[in-house]
């Protein structure tokens, strides 16, 4: 069964869209594939690498603009953002890494969060470039949101069976063992800046290609929604917390659980509420339903909250641990 | 020349609030080694203390020191017993889910904020709030100058608690060694929930003296965050001398950076000056003053 649910689940994707019809959920689903390939690069520098980042929305940011800015400077097509965007993301991580993984811990996690601050704000001054504040409007390429998802589900897969490779190879013990103990790790003589380097660009790459896609599928950005720590730089990162750190597939659950939650809150349980309110015609509940629609991100605030307390290795790594919670072994009694 | 003068006065006199809130945040990294993102959040709700006392019973925001530092102190206790203590125990792959849970913290604090008092902005005016006086040609904000003394009076004051009494040489013993101090018979599980509550306290204080000259909204805490750990990394890990160095020089170099290259880099400045010291002094202040 464990082996064949990646195909099944594969082929569940692919038949989505000719399943379901309906706009909304297309577009749900185009942003969950996108979190998985912004999450498992994630998963790479910080759950496999041990290096946290706090900074991802520099490199998403990087590769949105760099699509973006081939269609208003050079008048080329945004879909070739999607390949240099992932390598302008690595030509930010390469001096960046080279310059701060001489720092540990969370000295490092620091300069990534400072990485995304500065690069925000190069994008908001650098006017004659970026034009600032008023963003980058393109026009999208396709009407349906079809093509999107199937692009969005070609880039996840690509992510995922690479990360698989990656640390399948000699690579990935490397990575693993700068995590485990860095200074026993660099006395076997694994060069370890410069396994960290390696790793930090795979993330970079992948977190680039991934704001390519989104400049390419929503058609408008600007520096405080590329560039914006709490929803790309900590999403990542809770992505990554809640589908399991260190795990194949944490990113893929991670990052549906992210965006369903998000859109629960968001629209006030799926309109449940709005529901009941009619039903009744009570005016208490609407007014509830109300509240709860505004406190979305506070829900969002608490989940964050109860997750690292209650599930510190995320939902695939502690899947053991939930399963006996939920379904506890039955121990025959014996009786004397 | 004058220019100059006044760019130094405002620096010092911010640097003088940066190092209180610096100092709150270098406690709390010293004793427990992390990076307390829910610091400019922690600020946030004293700062919305104060405006709720100030407006809706009229007490003067100064005297509301004394409402918003005990409650602050209380939130930091049981934010610290019940959220990050328990995660010591857990065992998990990476040691950043306290300075996550943090940020987690931070978002449920700014939103309960921004549910109570809606995200308008919200400023406390009072009678004195635009006075000034000169000495020479320099201008002197009143509340900024008392803003500055009340802060260098708490600096005093940690210096004190932290140098001579017990429980201030317990938590710099913990902050030191935490397994030695231990061994001492420190208990370092209530010295990490008193240090949280003492920095949460010490940055309320800062918020509630910002308030009659500066404005309020929820989303106030991420700026201070960063000017935080700014603060921090200049002054070096856990070195509270090195946090009112670090606030002082942040200061100065948020205001000559304001008057000599343009208001739309001060945030930047900050930052570089964060880089810069991470590649050439990583220890900040406290590896060169031995402190």
Redesign the interface.
């Given at each position: 069964m464990r082996k064949y649910s990646p195909i099944l689940l594969l082929f569940i994707l692919i038949l989505f869209p000719i399943a379901v019809r309906d706009h909304y959920h297309q577009h749900l689903m185009i942003l969950v594939l996108m979190w998985v390939v912004i999450g498992s690069g994630w998963n790479v520098i910080a759950g496999y690498t041990g290096q946290v980042s706090f900074g991802d929305a520099a490199f998403f940011g990087t590769g949105a603009y760099t699509a973006g800015l081939f269609v208003t400077k050079l008048g080329i097509s945004a879909w070739w953002g999607m390949l240099f965007g992932g390598i302008a993301a690595m030509a930010i991580a390469f001096p960046f890494g080279w310059i701060c993984f001489r720092l540990r811990g969370a000295y490092f996690a620091l300069a990534t969060l400072a990485l995304n601050e500065v690069m925000r704000h190069i994008a908001t001054i650098w006017e004659s470039l970026t034009d600032g504040m008023v963003g980058i409007l393109v026009m999208q390429t396709f009407v349906s949101k079809v093509p999107y998802y199937y692009i969005a589900l070609g880039l996840a897969v690509i992510s995922v069976i690479g990360v698989q490779i990656i640390m399948g190879s000699k690579w990935g013990y490397y990575f693993v063992s700068i995590r485990e103990d860095q200074d026993a790790a660099e006395s076997l003589g694994i060069n370890t800046h410069y396994y960290k380097m390696l790793s930090l660009n795979v993330a970079a790459f992948l977190t680039g290609m991934a704001g390519a896609l989104f400049m390419n599928y929503m058609g408008f950005i600007d520096p405080e929604v590329v560039f914006s720590l709490h929803d790309i730089s900590i999403m990542a990162i809770l992505v990554g917390i809640v589908g399991g750190v260190g795990t194949l597939y944490g990113p893929v659950v991670g990052a549906f659980v992210m965006v369903a939650v998000h859109e629960f809150f968001r629209t006030g349980f799926f309109g449940f509420f709005k529901g009941i309110a009619a039903l009744t015609g009570s005016d208490m509940i609407t007014v509830f339903a109300k509240y709860v629609m505004q406190a979305h991100v506070l829900g969002f605030g608490i989940l964050v909250v109860l997750v690292i307390l209650l599930l510190p290795n995320g939902i695939v790594g502690d899947w053991n641990l939930i399963v006996k919670k939920i379904f506890p072994v039955k121990t025959r009694e014996v009786t004397s | 020349m004058e220019v100059f003068l006044q760019t130094l006065v405002s620096g010092i006199l911010k640097g003088g609030l940066y190092g209180l809130i610096g100092m709150g945040m270098s406690l709390i990294m010293g004793v427990m080694?992390?990076?307390n993102l829910a610091h400019g959040a922690l600020m946030m709700v004293g700062m919305y203390i104060t405006f709720a006392c100030f407006t809706y019973a009229g007490i003067d925001p100064y005297l509301t020191i004394f409402i918003s530092m005990p409650s602050l102190f209380l939130l930091g206790m049981l934010i610290q017993k019940y959220?990050l203590n328990?995660?010591m125990e857990?065992?998990?792959?990476?040691?950043?889910?306290q300075?996550?849970?943090t940020?987690?913290?931070?978002?449920?604090l700014?939103?309960?904020a921004?549910?109570v008092f809606s995200s308008d902005y919200k400023s406390v005016r009072t009678s004195y709030s635009g006075d000034t006086f000169f000495i020479g040609d320099i201008s002197f904000s009143v509340a900024l100058v008392a803003a500055f003394f009340i802060a260098l009076a708490f600096t005093l004051c940690m210096f004190w608690f932290l140098l001579k009494t017990d429980l201030g040489r317990s938590i710099r013993a913990t902050a030191q060694d935490k397994d030695a101090a231990l061994l001492m018979g420190v208990n370092s599980k209530r010295i990490t929930i008193l240090t949280f509550g003492l920095g949460s306290a010490l940055v309320a204080a800062a918020g509630t003296i910002l308030m009659p000259v500066y404005y309020l909204f929820p989303d106030i805490g991420?700026p201070f965050t960063?000017k935080a750990?700014v603060i921090t990394?200049l002054g070096g890990l856990g070195s509270t001398v090195g946090a009112i160095f670090g606030g002082l020089t942040l200061g100065l170099a948020e205001a000559f950076g304001a008057t000599y290259i343009g208001m739309?880099?001060d945030?930047?400045i900050g930052?570089?000056i964060?880089?810069l010291v991470?590649?050439f002094i990583?220890g900040g202040f406290k590896r060169l003053l031995k402190v």
């Open positions: - | 080694g992390i990076i959220t328990p995660l857990v065992e998990s792959i990476l040691p950043e889910n300075v996550l849970m940020v987690g913290i931070a978002m449920v700014t939103e309960v921004r549910f991420g960063r750990f990394i739309a880099y945030d930047m930052l570089l964060f880089i991470l590649l990583p």
